[in-house]
T-cell receptor
Framework: NAGVTQTPKFRVLKTGQSMTLLCAQD?????MYWYRQDPGMGLRLIHY???????AKGEVPDGYNVSRLKKQNFLLGLESAAPSQTSVYFC????????????FGEGSRLTVL | AQRVTQPEKLLSVFKGAPVELKCNYS??????LFWYVQYSRQRLQLLLR??SRESIKGFTADLNKGETSFHLKKPFAQEEDSAMYYC???????????FGSGTRLSIRP
């Protein structure tokens, strides 16, 4: 039982390149989230999903897109990476509306040069 | 707008001393508050939530709606408590969960 798995764990991009971060959970959770973690700013919500086929904007959605085509997967895309998107990205999931506990992945460190 | 504020970036105390990590929130509705912890080289994990009113690893936190606070306390700090602590707020029909900027707790021997 892996829980929440993020791939890749590390990536270096050049400005303007695109990439996709994959989050997979094997707990049959309805809700999934993408956060970015930056020093002094804590965790900021990028996008989230309340079920398969749904997505919604969080606090800092600009420059990112997401998709939830399958219940177990939540993809975070950067169409044209910028240095300001250098960060550690965390995916999290939770079971449903009545449960608040988030289960986190290990994080993906992205550097944009 | 909804917000979670953790005013201390770093808190350093001696082993055996009391610890209090501050958390204030802004939300006009009925909030659900959490504390998450990230130990070195481990994943973020839930420490406690206000609705369960339990003590985990000696930590407690009480929701004070009048002061809009949810401070985390422990009477006697241990070295293994050194970690990054995040306060979190759930709102908006139970969908969004936002975090504060975190407090790094360092326990000195």
């Amino acid at each position: 039982n892996a829980g929440v798995t993020q791939t890749p764990k590390f990536r270096v991009l050049k400005t303007g390149q695109s990439m996709t971060l994959l989050c997979a959970q094997d707990m049959n959770h309805e809700y999934m989230y993408w956060y970015r973690q930056d020093p002094g700013m804590g965790l900021r919500l990028i996008h989230y999903s309340v079920g398969e086929g749904t997505t919604a904007k969080g606090e800092v959605p600009d420059g990112y897109n997401v998709s939830r085509l399958k219940k177990q997967n939540f993809l975070l895309g950067l169409e044209s990476a910028a240095p300001s998107q250098t960060s550690v990205y965390f995916c999290a999931s939770r079971q449903g509306a009545d449960t608040g506990e988030l289960f986190f992945g290990e994080g993906s460190r992205l550097t944009v040069l | 707008a909804q917000r979670v504020t953790q005013p201390e970036k770093l808190l350093s105390v001696f082993k055996g001393a009391p610890v209090e990590l501050k958390c204030n929130y802004s939300y006009s509705g009925s909030p659900e508050l959490f504390w998450y912890v990230q130990y070195s080289r481990q994943r973020l994990q839930l420490l406690l939530r206000h609705i369960s009113r339990e003590s985990i690893k000696g930590f407690t936190a009480d929701l004070n709606k009048g002061e809009t606070s949810f401070h985390l306390k422990k009477p006697f700090a241990q070295e293994e408590d050194s970690a990054m602590y995040y306060c979190a707020l759930r709102y908006s029909s139970a969908s969004k969960i936002i975090f504060g900027s975190g407090t790094r707790l360092s326990i000195r021997p």
